[in-house]
């Protein structure tokens, strides 16, 4: 199993719609959790962290933690053709050294 | 400001060829990574430094070998180079234990023939 899972995609939404993405991690001890975005040919660039349950609120972004279900969400709220990017899910441990894992992501498509 | 400076930004090896990926941070970060990226995986950790002077395996370490040369330079040595190499390398850096920000520079794309 790997640590980090993310839905496969890719989603496509149309412009102003809200894109819900989801990711589950196995090592119940995890601690932090970062979604990034990466755009095509680029490095990955970090757009929300969350470490306590709950919701977190970041202008048109918002990370969901549910460390009991072992899940965390991030939602586009407002999709604009500027969000088709890649995102990734990335979790640390302090039992895995605070190593950042991350899932494969999922690819978004925002269609005008 | 440059961040995490990663050399070079492509390179074509022959198999069985070595070379050196080189990479550097002005942050005063502690903490370092050697990722790779293919199609459909997602970042997998190479190899992770925690700090000056320590180095740790990550998911894929086969084939790879790394030196933290001092606190701003983390190196990634491919010593014979392989077709199945061929990816993008990412280096990333943080500023140590707890849950802190990566940063990453922007990538070197390997291609090995």
């Known amino acids: 199993q790997k640590e980090v899972e993310q839905n496969s995609g890719p989603l496509s939404v149309p412009e102003g719609a809200i894109a819900s993405l989801n990711c589950t991690y196995s090592d119940r001890g995890s601690q932090s959790f970062f979604w990034y975005r990466q755009y095509s040919g680029k490095s990955p660039e970090l757009i929300m962290f969350i470490y306590s349950n709950g919701d977190k609120e970041d202008g048109r972004f918002t990370a969901q933690l549910n460390k009991a279900s072992q899940y965390v969400s991030l939602l586009i709220r407002d999709s604009q053709p500027s969000d088709s990017a890649t995102y990734l899910c990335a979790v640390q441990s302090r039992s895995n050294d605070y190593k950042l894992s991350f899932g494969a992501g999922t690819t978004v498509t925002v269609r005008a | 400001n440059a961040g995490v400076t990663q050399t070079p930004k492509f390179q074509v090896l022959k198999t069985g060829q070595s070379m050196t990926l080189q990479c550097a941070q002005d942050m005063n970060h502690n903490s370092m990574y050697w990722y790779r990226q293919d199609p459909g995986m997602g970042l997998r950790l190479i190899y992770y430094?925690?700090?000056?002077?320590?180095?740790d395996k990550g998911e894929v370490p086969n084939g790879y070998n790394v030196s933290r040369l001092n606190k701003r330079e983390f190196s990634l040595r491919l010593e014979s180079a392989a077709p199945s190499q061929t990816s993008v390398y990412f280096c990333?850096?943080?500023?140590?234990?707890?849950?802190?920000?990566?940063?990453f520079g922007q990538g070197t794309r390997l291609t090995v023939v």
């Open positions: 990333a850096s943080s500023l140590g234990q707890g849950a802190t920000e990566a940063f």
């Open positions: 430094s925690a700090s000056e002077g320590t180095t």
